[in-house]
């Protein structure tokens, strides 16, 4: 009867000094307290004892039980105390002085024109305007001075949407709603997104950015929007570019113009980037109709003013060199990770 409980009590110890995990603990629980473990097997064999030594045995089991329960339990503590040493050790080994490598992520090239350009308005006075991307036809259309019958919508095909409203075609579609919000004089840019239902090429998305700009105040003309125009290019490329302002028709300006930019992709021999043209439509412009400012609720007796509507998709491919406008939607990480915006 002694010896196999003094034979257990050894065998455990002997197994209990090897564990080195809660894993091996928790094995070693099953095998001796489990239900069909050494404990419960002992117990068992009660029946096959002497009935004079059956309260003895009892005890002895009941005694070796509790006392592999307790090696249990302190053996449990002891790892948990030697894991949390193991972790202040670990934290030791670090260096704080080592420098830090982060992969960091990149502006994406129409994020990094749009704030430069931002910051070159801001500094000539132009407040930043946000504006929704569905718009309604009026905001769109007419209060830009194009009526229902006019041809010039065909120059945009249009994504309407069930409600009758529209995705922005462009972001001239912000003119009424921010002459109305400020009336005059006035001078803010709205840079946004626009969606029109076109074939795509290296130089044509159905999804791009525009950033318009009006200049609304007393005695406005044509050398100032000359100006402002030269001003924004030389700021933004650093370097003389060689640009070209020629008539250009828009219902809501008047006169109007187109300011092409000669393609920095080929230097004007023509490629796919600018349809073999050597030249890049970039900003038309023009001095706005009376139409549109009287529609905003500004007096054009009173006041004049232009508008231009920067295609900001197009500035990021001739500024970062990139040759098929299409990169830019692309979502390849590869493309669009090397513009650090320098
Ligand atoms: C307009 O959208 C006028 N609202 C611009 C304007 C504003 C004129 C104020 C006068 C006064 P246009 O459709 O030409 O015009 O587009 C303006 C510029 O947006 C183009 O010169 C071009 O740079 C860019 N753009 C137009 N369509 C696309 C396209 N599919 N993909 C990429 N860029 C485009």
New binding site residues.
């Given amino acids: 009867m002694d010896d196999r409980t003094s034979r257990l009590r050894e065998a455990f110890a002997a197994r209990i000094a090897q564990a080195q995990s809660s894993d091996a603990l928790e094995s070693l629980r099953v095998e001796y307290l489990g239900k069909k473990g050494h404990i419960a097997d002992l117990m068992s064999s009660l029946r096959e004892v002497r009935k004079e030594d059956k309260k003895e045995f009892g005890q002895r089991v009941n005694q070796l039980k509790s006392q592999i329960e307790a090696q249990l339990v302190e053996a449990r503590d002891r790892l948990e105390i030697l894991e949390e040493q193991r972790m202040i050790d670990q934290a030791e080994d670090y260096d704080v002085t080592m420098p830090m490598s982060l992969e960091t992520g990149s502006y994406h090239p129409i994020t990094l024109i749009q704030r430069e350009m931002e910051e070159i308005f801001r500094t000539m006075g132009f407040t930043i305007e946000d504006f929704s991307e569905i718009v309604d036809d009026y905001n769109c259309f007419e209060a830009?001075n194009i009526p229902p019958y006019h041809p010039a919508r065909d120059?945009?095909d249009t994504y309407y949407l069930s409600t009758g409203q529209l995705l922005k075609?462009?972001?001239?579609a912000a003119?009424n709603s921010i002459m109305r919000k400020y009336g005059a004089p006035l001078r803010a840019i709205f840079p946004g997104r626009?969606f029109?239902n076109?074939a795509?090429d290296a130089?044509?998305?159905?999804t791009?950015f525009?950033m318009?700009g009006?200049m609304i105040d007393k005695d406005i003309s044509i050398s100032n929007l000359i100006y402002f125009m030269k001003k924004m290019l030389s700021e933004v490329f650093g370097q003389d570019v060689t640009v070209r302002l020629r008539p250009?028709f828009?219902p809501?300006?008047e006169p109007?113009f187109?300011l092409d930019i000669q393609c920095l992709i080929c230097g004007g021999d023509g490629c796919p980037s600018c349809k073999n043209s050597g030249w890049?439509?970039?900003?038309?412009?023009?001095m706005?109709h009376p139409n549109v400012l009287r529609y905003g609720g500004i007096d054009p007796e009173e006041y004049t003013g232009f508008?231009?509507?920067?295609?900001l998709?197009?500035?990021a491919m001739m500024k970062y060199g990139i040759k098929d406008?299409r990169t830019l939607n692309s979502g390849s990480l590869s493309a669009l990770s090397q513009f650090t915006g320098k």
Avoid: D, K, Y
Wanted: glycine share 12%.
């Fill in positions: 830009l120059m945009q075609t462009h972001t001239s003119q626009c029109r076109e795509t130089c044509h998305e159905n791009f525009q318009e009006i250009g828009f809501f300006v109007g187109e890049l439509e970039l900003c038309p412009c023009g706005i508008a231009f509507g920067l295609g998709t197009r500035l406008i």
